[in-house]
């Protein structure tokens, strides 16, 4: 029975070892140039429905069922989805806009697992005829899934995501 106590203990310091070194938070960010200028991409880029033609997650499943709420590509605005496993299911709401600048929302993840992040899409102008696009998102591991980013990278993880929606977006707007 003691042998019992002792691994229990082990166990549970082990535990409380791996959460106290395993990372608080995550962020990932990628960046592309497009030969658009600023004021235009930032008025694409602001409409939840827009990100349908270009996100990754929606060529992962085409049959992902989506709904609107609010005035799109306004603070409230929100999307929801339904989706295969790549996919998941959750929410996108708009938290802030600075017209021509950023827009920032509120993702809430229900499958497969329960989360929430901060997501940002930037525009800045490089000079007239061409924009960066910075496209990032932040939040908290909370206990336990914090142990399990000691095992998982989330920038390697969404980074090639990130890098091909912003690609498909480059692709969308540079051919209109």
């Known amino acids: 029975m003691e042998i019992v106590f002792y691994i ?4 549970a310091l082990l535990i409380m070892v791996l959460n106290f070194m395993a990372p608080k938070t995550y962020h990932v960010s990628r960046s592309i140039d497009i030969r658009r200028p600023a ?4 008025t694409y880029i602001k409409y939840l429905k827009n990100q349908e033609e270009w996100s990754p997650w929606a060529e992962k499943d085409p049959e992902m069922e989506t709904s609107f709420f609010g005035t799109d590509g306004e603070v409230g605005a929100k999307s929801t989805w339904k989706g295969n496993k790549q996919v998941g299911e959750g929410e996108q709401e708009i938290t802030r806009i600075s017209d021509g600048e950023i827009m920032e929302s509120r993702l809430r993840f229900y499958k497969p697992f329960k ?4 997501a940002y899409i930037k525009v ?5 005829n061409r924009s960066r696009v910075t496209w990032g998102f932040s939040g908290e591991n909370g206990f336990p899934v914090r142990i399990f980013m000691l ?4 920038d390697k993880a969404i980074g090639k995501d990130f890098e091909y929606g912003l690609q498909n977006l480059k692709n969308q707007l540079e051919i209109k």
């Not at 229990?8 to 166990?11: P, S």
């Not at 095992?151 to 989330?154: E, S």
Request: proline residues 0%.
């Open 8 to 11: 229990l203990l082990g166990i």
């Open 39 to 42: 004021d235009e991409v930032f």
């Open 115 to 118: 989360s929430e992040s901060d």
């Open 124 to 128: 800045t102008s490089v000079n007239e």
């Open 151 to 154: 095992f998982m990278n989330m």
